[in-house]
Nanobody, 118 residues
């Protein structure tokens, strides 16, 4: 079992910044991938950013490229999502996600609400 705990969500004005954290209960180097997803009301959950643990390659949704950055602190077993230049359309519940191996079922955190006011 893997426990993931997100934090850092909140209410921010458009143009502002937030940093989300996802603390894992075991070494993040043991995961094949780590990522952030979000789900807005009435919409499907979508990928925001993802990092492959081996090599650290990343990919982002087109809607957040240049504004969001995924990173990790291996010593602390924490993954981050730095979100800058926030827009109202970024409002959603953000979830962290890890996979222990390619094709294996992921683990999810409980989610943290991000609300961007315009």
């Amino acid at each position: 079992q893997v426990q993931l705990v997100e934090s850092g969500g909140g209410l921010v004005q458009a143009g502002g910044s937030l940093r989300l954290s996802c603390a894992a209960s075991r070494s993040i180097l043991s995961f094949y991938s780590m990522g952030w997803y979000r789900q807005a009301p009435g919409k499907e959950r979508e990928l925001v950013a993802r990092m492959i643990s081996d090599g650290g390659s990343t990919n982002y949704a087109d809607s957040v490229k240049g504004r969001f950055t995924i990173s990790r602190d291996i010593a602390k077993n924490i993954m981050y999502l730095q979100m800058n230049s926030l827009k109202s359309e970024d409002t959603a519940v953000y979830y962290c996600n890890v996979q222990q191996g390619l094709g294996r079922a992921p683990y999810w955190g409980q989610g943290t609400q991000v609300t961007v006011s315009s």
